[in-house]
DNA sequence: CAGTATCCGCAAGGATACTG
DNA sequence: CAGTATCCTTGCGGATACTG
């Protein structure tokens, strides 16, 4: 299955690995969610916002700075006026799309056990309490 | 590719959607970092704390509790003196290992081609700045 | 060993106002 | 429209001390 890798040149657990540091940028939530936005075909900066319900502006913005600089999304302004820019991922973007649709779906197929687990879990808690 | 599923019963773009919260969850470096680490089998808290690098006890024991609530993780305790406890994969945690591994096998994959985007942006960026 | 409890700094992130 | 700049609050997360 491949989870261990001891021989790899880089390994993801130290903290000072290149992989690391991707890894903290990737497993974020609003990055996780532009992808998936994006992952569709390109959007202007207003239809991504509406579309990532619950993104600030401002982290909006901060999120697609860092995927330009990274190189996985591609931003285009337009000269009209209003100015028109639109964002569309790279292949280097594309590329992440089906790692995250993994994450996604997996999201989807296990609601229900999370939310059992839950209910169990703090019922015991709870129940504990009592003692 | 499956990237947009309109007719679904759940929407993760959506900020109250059920998927949301747990997307919200997963996509979290310290989770993702601790199921990559118990993916190869049990490990004691000690064990576990060394292995992933850079993770404070505290948010440790932060992750592992919600990993737990979730029914992803099992914590078995035993009275030994002093006292050893053992967390581990439960079936639902083993099924996201696929998942997170895709992520970490990108993250190695793509490690060279981000190093370039960043210089390039960033020399773009400095170069842009003597206009 | 494996925690819990507490304090605290700092940065993430929201709200608002302003601009090309 | 698509930002940038600013202020300000919240809580993440580290450090430390204490317990079964």
């Known amino acids: 299955m491949d989870t261990k890798n001891p021989t790899e040149r880089y390994d993801v657990m130290r903290a000072d690995c290149?992989?690391?540091q991707i890894l903290d940028r990737i497993a974020d939530k609003w990055t996780v969610l532009v992808i998936l936005a994006l992952?569709?075909?390109p959007l202007r900066f207003g239809r991504l916002k509406a579309k990532v319900e619950g993104v600030s502006q401002k982290m909006l913005t901060q999120t697609l700075r860092g995927l330009e600089r990274d190189g996985m999304v591609d931003r285009a302004a337009y000269?009209?006026?209003p100015v028109t820019v639109e964002y569309a991922l790279t292949p280097l973007g594309h590329?992440?799309?089906d790692?995250?649709?993994g994450l996604r779906r997996w999201s989807h197929a296990h609601?229900?056990?999370i939310d059992q687990a839950r209910r169990r879990y703090d019922t015991g808690k709870s129940e504990n309490a009592n003692l």
Chains 1, 2 share one sequence.
């Open 99 to 101: 790692a995250v649709v």
């Open 18 to 20: 290149p992989a690391r």
């Open 111 to 113: 609601i229900d056990k």
């Open 95 to 97: 590329s992440l799309v």
């Open 79 to 81: 000269p009209t006026v």
């Open 39 to 41: 992952a569709t075909g």
